[in-house]
């Protein structure tokens, strides 16, 4: 079956009989004429992300310091390297490389924020 998914993205999928395509059909035609949500940005680098983010901490009642900290970590390590970035294309193993290399450079664990066993390999 191909078929335009609600993103407009081509997407093509292989059922058994052709009453299942005709099913997933209907239900694919269903989800591609419903609108996104309005706020949904396809094309948001991580630097306009991280702005709103940490604008909605702010907005949580976080300790002034754990606030520093966030923008701290983002403006020294994370947005010089992956800012430019559109979030939606970044990926788990681009992401764990850029955490090695920290590593490698000298950070500690703490500030890398270091996965170990939290994270599932990618």
């Known amino acids: 079956m191909d078929f335009v998914d609600a993103r407009k993205k081509r997407r093509r999928l292989s059922v058994p009989t052709r009453e299942a395509a005709e099913a997933l059909r209907a239900a694919r035609v269903t989800e591609a004429r419903q609108a996104l949500p309005q706020d949904v940005d396809l094309e948001v680098t991580l630097s306009d992300y991280a702005t709103r983010w940490v604008k909605d901490q702010a907005g949580q009642g976080l300790a002034l310091a754990t606030l520093a900290n966030y923008e701290q970590m983002l403006r020294l390590y994370i ?31 703490n500030t890398v924020g270091s996965c170990g066993q939290r994270c599932p390999p990618s």
Do not use: D, F, Y
């Open 79 to 109: 947005l010089p390297i992956l800012g430019s970035h559109k979030v939606r294309a970044l990926h788990r193993r681009q992401i764990r490389s850029w955490l090695a290399s920290k590593r490698e450079g000298g950070l500690s664990k």
